[in-house]
């Protein structure tokens, strides 16, 4: 599909980085779309019923209590014509939301840190508006090794996830119906799993909250 073409489909973007929305809204627009830009799952939804969009491109993580995986639930649900696409840091879901399972199984999921260009980006909206959302290609396709990345569990990216929230070691007891003895051993094994310094002079804590907030880790 070329430029041309492109012009007749409208995209919501939602993130709530600006700089994230910046950028992506003006590649896709430079690429022919017409670009709806919003910053809240509330935006978003409000966009997509007033311009009636091809696809919508979200994030996953907004900082708030709803999610980028409700955003595109909402979407499925009420306007399932609607193409889906997830941009996010995170190679695996579950390192973003709480609530991964909400994902539509038809979205495209794009990691940012794959992107080489914002042909790539425009390439997944055409897909997700077409239906073609199976990732086949390289570039989409999380399923493909990661030399060198780390891995954790599931129950692992759900404290990581806390930590990077503010979480303290009680709260993440609280949150998760154990003992501060039990997260702190949870948390030991974390750190030793990202690879990281867990000597009496380190900070592993701050290191594994920037591996998350870069992306640098799967959820195996």
Do not use: C
């Not at 595109?72 to 997830?86: K, Y």
């Not at 399972?101 to 080489?116: C, D, N, T």
């Not at 990661?146 to 990581?160: I, R, S, Y």
């Amino acid at each position: 599909m070329n430029d041309a073409e492109a012009r007749q489909l409208r995209v919501v973007i939602a993130d709530d980085d600006a700089f994230t929305l910046s950028l992506v809204s003006g590649g896709l627009e430079a690429k022919g779309f017409a670009v709806t830009a919003a910053t809240s799952v509330a935006q978003a939804l409000e966009a997509v019923r007033t311009v009636d969009p091809h696809a919508v491109v979200s994030d996953l993580n907004f900082g708030t209590v709803e999610t980028g995986s409700e955003l595109l639930q909402r979407v499925a649900e009420e306007f399932p014509w609607v193409g889906l696409v997830v941009l996010t840091s995170h190679r695996s879901p579950e390192l973003a939301v709480a609530n991964p399972e909400k994902i539509p199984p038809g979205a495209v999921y794009l990691v940012k840190s794959q992107l080489g260009r914002i042909d790539d980006l425009a390439e997944a909206v055409h897909r997700a508006i077409a239906g073609q959302t199976e990732n086949d290609d390289d570039l989409f396709d999380d399923e493909r090794p990661d030399d060198g990345v780390p891995t954790v569990t599931a129950a692992q990216a759900d404290v990581l996830r806390m930590l990077a929230e503010g979480a303290s070691t009680r709260a993440l007891a609280e949150a998760r119906g154990t003992t501060v003895r039990a997260v702190e051993t949870m948390l030991n094994r974390l750190f030793v799993a990202l690879g990281l310094d867990t000597g009496e002079n380190a900070n592993p804590r701050v290191a594994a909250v920037t591996m998350w907030q870069r992306g640098g880790i799967r959820v195996r």
